[in-house]
């Protein structure tokens, strides 16, 4: 019998009730609860056009195709977004005027009107983002009466609904298993500190094709049950872990599968990442609201960056931290109760999910085709559609996620949300969308599209330039300097605004001390602007492409993210930006070779590019993360004061990649403490590591689950004597000869285990 037949046999029957009446040498651990199946049935899409002609009907017969909300919120909601209109095109038609002004109107050509035309577009994209960030600097300074706060939830001693069931989601698809391990076994714990671990469950939802990496998150599914025991609240026996042989609609169709299997037997689910970390109270605080506003259909919490020590993360993780908060409140200030979900470290309504928010496939078999890659934006809007609320809850604390070790994974995600984001600017003519929900089917394609046009903008400016004209369509600054002051003016205003607020709110609520000190916040916040602005034309540049590359019809592979800190070497990083390099190289020489004096005008794009490469690999050294952590610079709160959570989630992170298999087996290495100064000691530890995971297929097949539990946790016990920093040296000989005799199976468990965890031919799904 297989390993996943083992853990899995007591799922295929019918019922639980025949549970009862099986014979004792029978039982087997079930890695799922019983099946209680529910309906999820796609609604079809109606396309672009019939949708715009079913809206404008409905208009011209003065029908509203979007389900009002009878909410306090509504029409204040509306007044702040007419107000974000007003000032987004007033700042917009302002900032073109003095484009026209300053010369553009003696160029009244072709070229001349499309430059007009996308700068109007392109200032109105950064105005609206300043805007917003306007929005929460005010809303984070006053607060605001409409928002969805903790407060708004029951009271803390009133007890919750024993039917309030919740699933806790964890997606995970070729994930490094120590970081989801980790981070779940401090989400779990600190929910059971919480006292109210009995309204949850926890599911480890795998879509993982590597079979060495499905025994080793056996093996961490096992080794985290036995660590959380056998308490009273039971939540050890309510860690599930389920594996899908057809891995279709990607994680939406992992969520959508569990709906269907279970999704009746929950009032609520959380959706988790890979690398989510979650506290006890967040948890519960969101069951509580969940509770008390019962048109609430998904609670979204603003999770917090962190977690690796790059200088890539840690700058991300600083603006998120500094400035990336105003954007969230601000956002949440004009969307109210229609807002964002961002697919994880959210709380959704299961009931009216399963009904609305299954999604179809988009017609068309290109890059803008088939599955829907982002779909946590347009579970959002169906969500709305069926008439309940979705909100963005900034003020919710404890939620956390990592950023991308470096700038080549950071585009790699990018390149899937840049698709997924094209994709969804086809619903926007779907009939009965809150118009909301159409803006940011809008607003998310152009976070994308805004690469090119910004590039095509700038193109259409060099032309004369590159070919010698002196009649340059751009700002004659001998003849008017004060449209060119003006305009450089308005646009520095629109991009360091946000910066500067968040820099004055963090001094203002005297947080200073949580980044190092006033001094230090200031010159991290610099230090930050401007590595983004170095990043900003390599962004540029890889989002044209990846828009190209969507708009042609190009397919997209789905790569799990990297979740732990490698280094980019310099021949990754040539290869990558190299070519850039040496066109933009070969472009100077070219037209400069007339006009040196011109070389101020092409800096700011030009010196970026060619420093691609050496940024590249230089802000992705670790080594250079720790050393500004440790004088204080890029410093945010969560690392000064770590949340208990997080100082869990930590130590278990370096405990598995030190202790179990899990990190060799996802690819990565494994350190060697320096408590262990043998020889023997780290050869025999490393090769035992490989062999944590598979060594459970090594087990005899007719083996009954107490038998292979022991097996297990017997292997994981010597491997932790001979790799724990604390380990004493007079335990580890006694250790060495079991340990020689796992490593010498090794060849031969791999093959096993790589037989028996293959899915026989011509099988259907997984049944459980």
């Not at 603003?302 to 998120?320: E, K, N, V, Y």
Request: hydrophobic residues 50%.
């Amino acid at each position: 019998m297989s390993l996943e037949a083992v853990v899995t046999d007591a799922a295929r029957e019918p019922q639980a009730a025949d549970l009862r009446h099986r014979p004792a040498h029978r039982e087997r651990a079930r890695s799922a609860p019983p099946l209680l199946r529910g309906a999820m049935t796609p609604r079809p899409w109606r396309g672009f056009w019939p949708g715009l002609a079913i809206t404008l009907l409905a208009l011209l017969l003065g029908r509203d195709t979007v389900q009002p909300l009878a909410a306090p919120w509504a029409a204040t909601a509306r007044r702040r977004r007419r107000a974000l209109l007003a000032l987004v095109v007033g700042s917009a038609a302002l900032a073109t005027s003095v484009l026209w002004l300053g010369g553009m109107a003696s160029e009244a050509g072709l070229l001349a009107w499309l430059q007009v035309g996308l700068f109007a577009l392109l200032f109105a994209w950064i105005a609206a983002g300043c805007v917003t960030a306007l929005m929460g600097y005010r809303a984070l300074r006053r607060g605001d009466v409409h928002a969805l706060a903790a407060d708004d939830a029951l009271d803390a001693g009133a007890a919750i609904d024993a039917g309030a069931r919740t699933a806790i989601l964890m997606p995970i698809c070729n994930e490094d298993v120590a970081t989801w391990a980790s981070g779940l076994r401090a989400t779990i714990e600190s929910l059971r500190a919480s006292g109210q671990a009995r309204h949850f469950e926890v599911f480890i939802l795998s879509d993982t094709s590597r079979p060495e990496l499905r025994a080793a998150e056996l093996a961490a599914w096992l080794a985290l049950r036995e660590t959380l025991g056998s308490d009273d609240d039971g939540i050890a026996g309510r860690l599930h872990y389920r594996w899908r042989q057809r891995r279709t609609k990607r994680k939406a169709g992992n969520v959508m599968d569990f709906c269907r299997r279970w999704g009746r037997a929950y009032r609520y689910m959380v959706v988790l990442d890979a690398d989510s970390v979650m506290s006890g109270e967040t948890l519960v605080a969101m069951l509580r609201l969940m509770e008390s506003q019962p048109r609430v259909g998904i609670l979204q919490t603003l999770p917090r960056g962190g977690g690796l020590d790059t200088l890539h993360a840690r700058a991300q993780a600083f603006a998120g931290r500094v400035t990336g908060r105003l954007f969230s409140a601000g956002l949440s200030w004009w969307q109210l109760g229609e807002s964002h979900y961002w697919g994880h470290n959210a709380m959704l309504r299961v009931a009216p999910f399963m009904r609305h928010c299954a999604l179809a496939r988009l017609p068309g078999n290109g890059g803008l085709g088939g599955e829907i890659l982002s779909h946590d934006f347009v579970e959002a809007a169906l969500m709305r559609r069926a008439g309940f609320e979705v909100w963005l809850v900034p003020a919710l604390e404890g939620s956390y996620e990592q950023q991308p070790p470096h700038l080549i994974d950071e585009l790699q995600r990018d390149r899937r949300w840049c698709q997924g984001n094209l994709q969804n600017a086809r619903l926007v003519a779907e009939p009965g969308l809150a118009g909301v929900h159409r803006a940011m089917f809008v607003t998310g394609a152009l976070s994308y599209a805004a690469s090119p046009l910004w590039l095509a903008f700038v193109l259409l400016g060099a032309v004369p330039w590159l070919a010698g004209s002196s009649t340059a369509v751009a700002l004659d600054a001998a003849a008017l300097p004060w449209a060119t002051l003006a305009l450089w003016g308005l646009t520095l205003a629109m991009l360091l605004l946000p910066r500067v607020l968040g820099v004055a709110l963090v001094l203002q609520r005297g947080e200073q001390s949580g980044y190092g000190g006033g001094i230090k916040l200031v010159g991290s916040a610099l230090a930050e602007a401007l590595l983004s602005a170095l990043q900003a034309p390599v962004r540029m540049l890889a989002h044209s492409s990846f828009v190209l590359s969507a708009l042609t019809g190009l397919k997209l592979q789905w790569i799990s993210p990297s979740r732990t800190a490698a280094d980019v070497g310099w021949r990754e990083a040539a290869s990558r930006f190299g070519l850039v390099g040496a066109l933009v190289a070969a472009g100077l020489a070219w037209g400069l070779a007339g006009e040196p004096s011109d070389a101020w005008r092409v800096a700011p794009l030009a010196l970026p590019l060619l420093l691609a490469v050496p940024l590249a690999v230089m802000t992705s050294r670790a080594s250079i993360g720790r050393v500004l952590r440790d004088r204080g610079w890029l410093l945010v709160p969560e690392e000064a004061q770590p949340p208990l959570v997080l100082r869990r989630a930590g130590r278990y992170a370096r405990e598995l990649a030190a202790v179990d298999a899990l990190a060799p087996l996802a690819g990565g290495k494994a350190p060697v403490a320096a408590a262990r100064p043998l020889a023997w000691q780290r050869g025999l530890s490393l090769a035992s590591l490989a062999l944590a995971g598979l060594f459970i297929s090594a087990a005899p097949r007719g083996m009954g689950h107490a038998e292979l539990s022991a097996h297990v946790l017997e292997t994981q016990r010597i491997v932790m004597l001979a790799t724990s920093p604390q380990a004493e040296a007079r335990v580890l000989p006694r250790e060495k000869p079991r340990l020689q005799r796992v490593a010498a199976s090794s060849q031969r468990a791999t093959r096993q285990q790589a037989q028996w965890l293959a899915p026989p031919r011509g099988t259907s799904d997984s049944p459980i």
